[in-house]
């Protein structure tokens, strides 16, 4: 391991990272430069100067991600999932290219595990788990009971949509109250209410009368 400072006296070289993965684009500036607003003369030319090397997840598509095929790519896709089979898929890849390292597989089925307990929209709990192969077998049963839900999270969104679009046609501005009762109904309920809307006179005709 080389000494600080280096034997000539000098520093020795530092590659700064940020490693991103929130669920937008990065939008902050990569150089602390940046972030100095500018001053008048001599002073200018003394702002410092610090740039890191920006890793941000979502600028790749899982496409792009998918054909890199490595253990980079492979955690970033797990991190943002395509779809809840997607999980299914990385988690063979994995299991094939760690065949013969027992540790990875380990580290990579905790990680695994954590990540996927932290998404509130899977709602899953998992007992601890030592390998990859026994997530995989463990995780196969609810893959599809997630991709149902998915579908159904996004019709509802859909027709949520539409109900509220034909609302606004129909009596103008929609009240936020009646936004709220919308976002927080079922499939069923959404389909009810669209039923509803032709024939209906007033939003209280559907909603019933305003609490406001």
Known sequence: MRSWPTADGR??????IVLYNGSQRWSAVTDVFDLIPPVPGLVEQFKPRLKYLLIDEN???DRELASLRNLVA???RIEHPASPEAIGGLLSLL??????????RRMFAL?????????????????????????KVMLAER???WAQAYKAEGKAEGEALAL???LKKRFGAVPAEVLGKISAASLEQI????DQVLDARSLDDIFGPSTS
């Not at 899977?122 to 007992?127: A, Q």
């Open 111 to 135: 990680w695994i595990r954590a990540t996927l307990m932290r998404k509130a929209e899977y709602r899953i709990v998992l007992p601890r788990i030592d390998d990859l192969q026994e997530l």
């Open 143 to 145: 893959l599809e009971e």
């Open 11 to 16: 520093l020795p070289p530092v590659l700064p």
């Open 164 to 166: 509220q679009k034909l």
């Open 59 to 61: 600028a790749w598509s």
């Open 95 to 104: 299991d094939e290219w760690l065949a013969d390292r027992p540790d990875l």
């Open 74 to 76: 492979a955690v970033f």
């Open 191 to 194: 389909d009810a209410w669209l």
